[in-house]
């Protein structure tokens, strides 16, 4: 009979630490509201994105999605870069006006 209570409450431990590890990896269980259909939460604008406009953009999450600390430093790298490509771009069209009118 003792052996039998030993086993039993050995396997509720068991069964506890699985729930618990399980309940740390997988969340408590919250689940998104859906979206409409055909629409996704990606946004960004048709034309003249900014870095900041890249920083806002949001994916929606899933049980296998991505890693959202890697997503989000891509992101950030990329809103560093457009805003570096468009000073770059502002600076040559600026060189470039100078340049004609001084020919003029």
Known sequence: MTTAL????????????VFLLASLVFGRGEELAPLAPGSSPTRLPAEDITGKDVEHV???VVLRGYKMSEVDWVMSRLGAEIDLLRARVAEL???????EASRE
Do not use: P, S, T
């Not at 069209?93 to 340049?99: G, K, L, T, V």
């Open 6 to 17: 030993i086993y039993l409450l050995v396997m509720l431990l068991v069964a506890a630490v």
């Open 58 to 60: 949001k994916y929606q």
């Open 93 to 99: 069209e600026a060189e470039r006006q100078n340049c």
